[in-house]
């Protein structure tokens, strides 16, 4: 086995074993005591330094297609979902990328465990790879442009509720001083890892979850 799959390895195998009772929601670092959270960190550096795609928006554009599902992510705005309103609990996060149009969804499942109420919270956005004056080539960032945010009930007590899917629709916050960036530091067929223009980590694993959403992008 080469090093890139044992660090692939060690490093999944870490993440499923504390996403054990997570129900499938992301896993932030607030959530993991500061040992745990630095093996991670550590692990993913090692695997970002052997990344078999050092250049994904030239050469690796058909790996970026399609659905991914959070798995672990110490963004503040991930951070901020653990704590929900009216006893609200965070369910999968996605994002769906589609490469051609340069257009992607972020898409936060939410429940209440008793049932009452379950929906989802989608953002828009449309993205550009970045130019870097040290980097000409389109390489591994790509600034990003929020559009959209979409607040959807899909049951209530079990009963679907199309009119309130969605039941509002506001325009997505940007960055004020500054253009949003995402760095992709590792792709393969599975997996990426991501670092947000404040340094804050994202690791997705590809999905076939969303055959409804992929086409509503």
Same mark, same amino acid.
């Given at each position: 086995?080469?090093?890139?799959?044992?660090? +692939?390895?060690?490093?999944?195998?870490?993440?499923?074993?504390?996403?054990?009772?997570?129900?499938?929601?992301?896993?932030?670092?607030?959530?993991?005591? +500061?040992? !745990?959270?630095?093996?991670?960190?550590?692990?993913? /550096?090692?695997?970002?330094?052997?990344?078999?795609?050092?250049?994904?928006? !030239?050469?690796?554009?058909?790996? %970026?297609?399609?659905?991914?599902?959070?798995?672990?992510?110490?963004?503040?705005?991930?951070?901020?979902?653990?704590?929900?309103?009216?006893?609200?609990?965070?369910?999968?996060?996605?994002?769906?990328?589609?490469?051609?149009?340069?257009?992607?969804?972020?898409?936060?499942?939410?429940?209440?465990?008793?049932? %009452?109420?379950?929906?989802?919270?989608?953002?828009?956005?449309?993205?550009?790879?970045?130019?870097?004056?040290?980097?000409?080539?389109?390489?591994?960032?790509?600034?990003?442009?929020?559009?959209?945010?979409?607040?959807?009930?899909?049951?209530?007590?079990?009963?679907?509720?199309?009119?309130?899917?969605?039941?509002?629709?506001?325009?997505?916050?940007?960055? /004020?001083?500054?253009?949003?960036?995402?760095?992709?530091?590792?792709?393969?067929?599975? %997996?990426?890892?991501?670092?947000?223009?404040?340094?804050?980590?994202?690791?997705? /694993?590809?999905?076939?979850?969303?055959?409804?959403?992929?086409?509503?992008?």
């Amino acid at each position: 086995m080469n090093n890139q799959l044992l660090i +692939k390895e060690k490093l999944q195998a870490k993440l499923e074993n504390i996403q054990t009772k997570s129900d499938g929601s992301p896993i932030t670092d607030l959530q993991l005591d +500061k040992t !745990l959270a630095a093996e991670i960190e550590q692990l993913t /550096t090692e695997l970002e330094r052997v990344n078999p795609n050092l250049n994904p928006l !030239l050469y690796a554009t058909s790996l %970026l297609e399609g659905a991914w599902l959070l798995q672990y992510s110490t963004a503040r705005e991930i951070r901020s979902l653990a704590s929900l309103p009216l006893g609200l609990k965070l369910g999968k996060v996605y994002q769906v990328i589609d490469v051609v149009n340069k257009l992607f969804f972020n898409l936060a499942k939410v429940k209440h465990p008793l049932g %009452l109420v379950s929906g989802y919270v989608k953002v828009t956005a449309s993205f550009e790879p970045a130019k870097e004056d040290l980097e000409p080539l389109q390489n591994k960032r790509i600034n990003v442009y929020f559009d959209k945010r979409y607040l959807s009930i899909e049951k209530l007590v079990g009963i679907n509720t199309p009119k309130l899917n969605p039941f509002k629709v506001v325009s997505a916050n940007n960055p /004020t001083s500054r253009t949003a960036t995402l760095d992709i530091t590792y792709l393969d067929e599975t %997996l990426r890892i991501g670092r947000g223009g404040d340094g804050s980590l994202f690791i997705l /694993t590809k999905s076939d979850d969303l055959a409804n959403f992929s086409s509503s992008i």
